[in-house]
């Protein structure tokens, strides 16, 4: 797997997607409007494909969609599916991909700042079932990784927020000038991400995914914040009234700093600074969930067996995975999180 930043739309017609004999672009109805028309003139002929916007379509019916158009391309193994899209697309193509006909190739296009810096790296692609996220998928890399930094430019504020709260958990786990780069950071919007500060993201993930690609130890340290994160996440999606993924990751992290601070050993200073950070850009939402629905949530979670193992941070640049959690310390932290809140 590569990863290749192109500066100008231009450059799409020249990174050999015409070598493929028959090439599937899928997308979704927003990247259609505001992304697809910016690079449509550059790349070779194709097929669209047009899914529903939103995590609640990243499903078995998405992922069967694509497998049957796959099928009526006569698309073969050297073929080629374009993800053109966030994370919910890469993570729902490259799952299709990958088990289409035992493996096709996938090549991603990320549009929004989530996938450029996370959702598009490391090899994980997978799909929601029965309420839990991810629950199915495969570690697969896709083919090649175009990154087209000018899209960002489409997004809107609460998306380029929701890409930062990645930022904020590789910053946490790498600490050092990352950190402070990204504590530095006054305002978000489009130009605050370079393609140096990106590539310095995507490094972080990089290098913990090369030392455990299928996440048996090192690469649970990149679950920071999502352990309780996504527990809030699927039950805002069941009740209709879904909040962004970012979002979710950073009310995942300052539970997980909450526990952390009382019961294994991040510092009162350390815990002011996330705290203090994650207070300058984002609301804290309201958890209208009781402890148990969070707690069901959880023991679904594939990251859990018959322990509840969390990834918390122990200081910036100190992230301890398998971190055994018990259920009233994440009713405590819930309970603090509301105080704190108010």
């Known amino acids: 797997m590569t990863h290749l930043f192109l500066e100008k739309a231009k450059e799409f017609s020249s990174i050999g997607f015409e070598k493929q004999a028959k090439l599937l672009l899928v997308t979704d109805e927003n990247v259609k409007k505001h992304c697809y028309p910016l690079i449509q003139a550059f790349l070779p002929k194709h097929q669209l494909m047009l899914i529903a916007a939103g995590d609640k379509n990243k499903n078995l019916e998405n992922a069967q969609a694509i497998w049957n158009r796959a099928l009526e391309l006569n698309l073969g193994r050297n073929d080629l599916i374009i993800a053109l899209g966030g994370g919910v697309i890469s993570d729902l193509c490259g799952f299709a991909a990958s088990t289409y006909k035992r493996g096709t190739n ?65 910053g946490i786990i790498e600490g050092k000038s990352l950190w402070k780069t990204i504590e530095n950071r006054t305002t978000i919007n489009a130009s605050s991400f370079t393609p140096d500060f990106i590539e310095t993201l995507i ?57 952390a601070h009382a019961h294994f050993d991040l510092n009162d200073e350390d815990l002011n600074t996330i705290l203090r ?31 509840m193992l969390f990834t918390l941070p122990m200081g910036i640049g100190n992230v301890q995975q398998n971190c055994e959690v018990s259920a009233l310390q994440v009713a405590q932290a819930i309970e603090l999180y509301a105080k704190y809140r108010s």
């Open 203 to 259: 490094q972080v993930k990089l290098a913990i995914v090369e030392a455990d690609f299928k996440e048996s130890n090192e690469r649970k340290k990149l679950n920071l914040g999502h352990s309780i994160g996504h527990a809030i996440e699927s039950l805002y999606l069941e009740k209709a009234t879904p909040i962004s993924h970012g979002q979710a990751v950073i009310t995942g992290i300052v539970l997980e700093s909450f526990i």
């Open 277 to 307: 950070l994650i207070s300058t850009h984002y609301d804290w939402i309201d958890i209208p969930f009781s402890d148990d629905a969070i707690l069901q949530k959880l023991s679904n979670d594939k990251k859990n067996t018959d322990q």
């Open 106 to 170: 996938c090549s991603y296009i990320p549009t929004s700042l989530m996938a450029m810096v996370d959702a598009a790296h490391g090899g994980k692609t997978g799909i929601n079932l029965g309420g839990v996220k991810n629950s199915v998928g495969t570690f697969t890399n896709p083919k090649n990784i175009y990154i087209h930094v000018p899209f960002l430019n489409t997004l809107s504020k609460a998306e380029l927020y929701s890409g930062f709260a990645e930022a904020v958990k590789h």
